[in-house]
């Protein structure tokens, strides 16, 4: 942790931007450079002599009739990195890493200067590899002194192909950790393969009839009745709400149905929302029968009600003058009490619309926690009354080298706070979110992650704390300081950040906590809701931090307080916190390593008074040695969400592709029928390959010790999907992540299927497959069609293809989608039809579902 980020600034300035010649760029010439020259990034090699390590370029091309000049001078080209590169100077110019994955190229007295029409290469190696073009971030700028930063008009784009050269051999797309990559980069023809060995045992049930999560029961006739507006909506009066949307959503359907409260006469064709607290089902459970007079929903509480309701909506079909249902019987209940989904809107903002939706489909299939993930290290995202600067600043990313107007940019926002991610949820705008969120019966978790992943507030209060030591207001700048002014702490986040742990030994960082805990139970009062478990976060905590602090060293001297050195701290910190919460009446929750001193052995749950504290089991790289932290938790009386990255993480590719999205440290991809066959009642059973792709066949010999047996199951809540953002800029990018993936999540969270509890191997794969293609036919026949209808986006799995004597076939992942061609390199595409003739011109091929497609493929001999 740097001195008082004023001397930080001031450190900025002296040191690292020396007084230099100047460029006598004006504004103009930086713009003319900008917008002309190209700034392009190349991943070379991921096969190096050393493990783990790549090497790459950065190319400066100078199209502009501006030259850059010779020697040291003050302009500056900044530039986004997801791995730290160390500092190196070629042909006259200093690289360096600033902060998180923020870079700087700045010229020495060796420069021999650009001229138009001129380029220059810089080489760099770095870990642990770069294998996709999602891990190059856009928005590279140039500066000089008082002038206005200008983006690259080359990066200012969400197309990698403008900024980053291609990335097509085996030694860009593989990686290499001392061991082959046995995970092969997808083709058309592998893709195929696949497709076809998925969808092998296909089902023949009736898709209009597959309610997606699967119920417990459910058993229809071929009967149809037929919904129209001579049907009524009755309701008891506790249900006004679910009445209420489903008038709403059968509106939506072209119906008009009125609604009472009161019984409606017996030969008026009606639905009836009721509850009955007698069903033999647990809560959320619900019972549904239609026939031709009566449709009725019964739920064990209004829950369970909403839940009969959405099992209704996905069972009407068009019909010429209403829609059709099916007549029978359904009788369900949730197979996990947490149905969860996790959505990191700190690293990018994506706008409250977005989370809106995300609500929606939450509901639609029957997830019931959001847990929002509101603050990190790149962005502060909820107003707090009374602390300004946490959103005014922490909000916003630009580039001000002194963070006194907004962070440092990050994640390839840029220079201008008009960038991509930046931005917040108003005190309205949570309200409105919570209310939302409560009439959907789905409970909203707000994490802000301490004392890790904190710089967004550390360096919000910091400004805070100057601009009221400005007004001579020294105790009041003091009050929620969450930095140590003479810590002399040195460490490197995972992140890369050299600053982003809060200081525990502060009263002044309880004091902070105190007042958002304070300020979140406010804005749930005004929701009409109940704030019932905070999420403190707590992950990934740099070691190093508060070793030099003096506030700790203090704590350290005095006796019998229970914090004798550096490792008794962040327990301490979970304890004071728990402490905070409890006397609130709220639950704790945390991230699994923010619970535990090490990778076996977890806190002592006694120390901690609330009634719950929740833990959520994310790093389950199985030859890490860590997955089995979920059962220790839970064996020793914590309760566990399952958040596993290898199945659950949606910011992981959807296939092993370069040009798929996101990243891969848990799992090189994780597709739809991944999380669909996610077994949540049997972890280690989902231990299926290393992260490189080697198969495991015996686990405890990998991890080379005992795998402990779960011997509390009641403390396991259930499941969770997890979507972090830190290269999702738009709120598309987004909606491809989460559809349909959370689809596959809420039937893993919903319903045990039959082959999870088959002991025959084989028999169990059969059913499965059969399961699956039963589910991703519905999928691609109907629920992506409901997805469009409310405005989201979503990802289609590009098709597979090979060639044959009879020409070249294709097959897609989702049964029901349909492909296209093109044989003019897109400018113009034709439906699919078997077998298509081979020609010798590249074919590209993608998939198709109403206007919306898949990334292309092109076909060269099946490839």
């Known amino acids: 942790m740097p001195l008082l980020r004023v ?67 003050d302009w500056q080209i900044y530039f986004h990195s997801i791995r730290r590169i160390d500092t190196t100077q070629q042909q006259g110019l200093i690289l360096q890493h600033i902060q998180g994955d923020l870079h700087r190229l700045s010229p020495d007295s060796n420069f021999a200067g650009l001229a138009p029409g001129q380029h220059l290469r810089i080489s760099y190696t770095s870990a642990p590899w770069v294998v996709s073009y999602s891990d190059f971030m856009p928005r590279a700028f ?29 030694q860009q797309q593989l990686r290499n950790s001392g061991a082959a990559d046995l995970v092969p980069v997808v083709t058309a023809a592998t893709r195929f393969a696949h497709n076809a060995k998925l969808n092998a045992h296909n089902s023949e049930a009736d898709i209009a009839q597959r309610i997606i999560p699967t119920p417990l029961q ?53 639905i009836r929302l ?92 029957k997830l019931n926690k959001l847990h929002l993930h509101l603050t990190e290290d790149e962005g502060w995202r909820l107003e707090i009354p009374g602390l300004p600067e946490l959103t005014d600043i922490g909000g916003q990313r630009c580039f001000d080298l002194t963070e006194q107007q907004c962070l440092l940019t990050q994640l390839g926002t840029g220079p201008h706070k008009t960038g991509s991610g930046n931005g917040y949820y108003s005190t309205a705008d949570f309200i409105e979110i919570l209310q939302y969120a409560a009439a959907r019966h789905i409970e909203v978790i707000p994490e802000i ?50 600053d982003s742990s809060a200081n525990v030994c502060l009263a002044s960082t309880y004091a902070f906590v105190e007042k958002v805990v304070y300020e979140l139970q406010q804005m749930y009062r005004s929701a009409g809701v109940r704030l019932n478990t905070f999420h403190m976060g707590g992950d990934e905590v740099a070691a190093g ?58 806190f002592n749950r006694a120390q901690f008074a609330n009634d719950k504290v929740i833990a959520n089991a994310w790093d389950n790289i199985w030859e890490w040695g860590v997955a089995d932290r979920a059962y220790r938790l839970a064996n020793n009386g914590y309760q566990v969400v399952l958040s596993p990255g290898t199945h659950l993480y949606f910011d992981h590719p959807h296939e092993a592709h370069p040009l798929e999205r996101g990243y891969y440290w848990a799992t090189r991809f994780s ?55 830190e290269t999702v800029r738009t709120a598309e990018q987004l909606e491809q992540m989460l559809y349909p993936r959370m689809l596959a999540l809420a039937e893993r969270a919903w319903h045990k299927a039959t082959w999870e509890q088959s002991n025959n191997l084989q028999q169990a794969q059969q059913q499965r497959q059969q399961d699956w293609y039963g589910f991703a036919t519905r999928l691609g026949q109907i629920e992506l069609a409901r997805l469009a209808g409310n405005g989201s986006s979503f990802y289609l799995p590009p098709p597979g293809a090979r060639t044959t004597a009879a020409g070249i076939e294709v097959n897609n992942a989702l049964p029901g989608l349909y492909t296209e061609f093109s ?34 493929v092109e076909v060269t001999n099946g490839g």
């Open 7 to 73: 001397l930080f600034c001031l450190l900025l300035t002296c040191c690292c931007q020396p007084t230099l010649a100047a460029t006598a760029f004006t504004q103009q010439q930086l713009a003319d450079f900008a917008n002309d020259s190209s700034l392009m990034f190349s991943v070379l090699s991921n096969h190096l002599t050393e493990a783990s390590r790549f090497s790459a370029a950065i190319t400066l091309h100078n199209g502009s009739g501006q030259a850059l000049p010779r020697g040291k001078s």
């Open 142 to 170: 140039i500066t000089a002194a008082g002038l206005t930063p200008v983006v690259f008009g080359n990066t200012d784009t969400e197309q990698f192909s403008r900024f980053v050269t291609p990335i097509t051999t085996a």
């Open 218 to 270: 459910a058993k229809f006739s071929k009967r149809r009745l037929t919904l129209n507006n001579s049907w009524q909506i009755s309701y008891s009066g506790r249900l006004t709400n679910e009445a209420a949307y489903l008038q709403q959503q059968l509106q939506q359907a072209g119906l008009t149905l009125q609604s009472s409260a009161n019984i409606i006469a017996k030969n008026t064709p009606q």
């Open 274 to 365: 009721a509850v009955d607290s007698n069903l033999p089902l647990p809560a959320e459970g619900y019972q549904l029968e239609i026939n031709d007079k009566h449709i009725h929903l019964i739920g064990k509480d209004n829950a369970g009600a909403f839940y009969a309701v959405q099992s209704l909506l996905a069972l009407l079909q068009p019909a010429d003058n209403g829609v059709q249902l099916p007549q029978g019987k359904v009788f369900d209940q949730p197979r996990a009490p947490w149905r969860g989904m996790h959505y990191d809107m700190a690293r990018n903002f994506h706008g409250k619309d977005v989370t809106l939706r995300l609500i929606d489909n939450m509901a639609r299939y």
């Open 449 to 498: 992650d301490l004392p890790g992943h904190a710089r967004a507030a550390i360096v919000a209060m910091q400004a805070r704390y100057n601009r009221l030591q400005a007004l001579g207001q020294p105790e009041a700048a003091a009050q929620y300081l969450l930095s140590d002014p003479a810590d002399s702490s040195r460490y490197l986040s995972v992140q890369n950040y050299t």
């Open 545 to 602: 931090s508060w070793l030099g602090s003096p506030a700790c060293q203090q704590l350290f001297a005095i006796a019998d307080n229970g914090i004798a050195g550096v490792a008794d701290l962040k327990p301490w910190f979970v304890s004071r916190v728990a402490e905070i919460t409890h006397r609130r009446g709220l639950n704790l929750a945390g991230w699994e390593d923010g619970l535990m001193y090490d990778q076996q052995n977890t």
């Open 671 to 725: 597709s739809i029928d991944k999380v669909f066959g996610f077994m949540p009642d049997n972890l280690y059973a989902n231990a299926d390959t290393t992260r490189n792709g080697a198969a495991i066949t015996d686990l405890e010999a990998l991890v080379g010790r005992e795998m402990p047996a779960l011997q509390q199951t009641q403390n396991i809540l259930g499941i969770q999907g997890q979507l972090w953002s």
């Open 823 to 856: 044989t003019d390199q897109g400018a113009s595409w034709q439906p699919y039809q078997a077998p298509l003739a081979i020609d010798t011109k590249p074919l590209w091929l993608r998939s198709r579902h109403q206007a919306v497609h898949s990334r292309t």
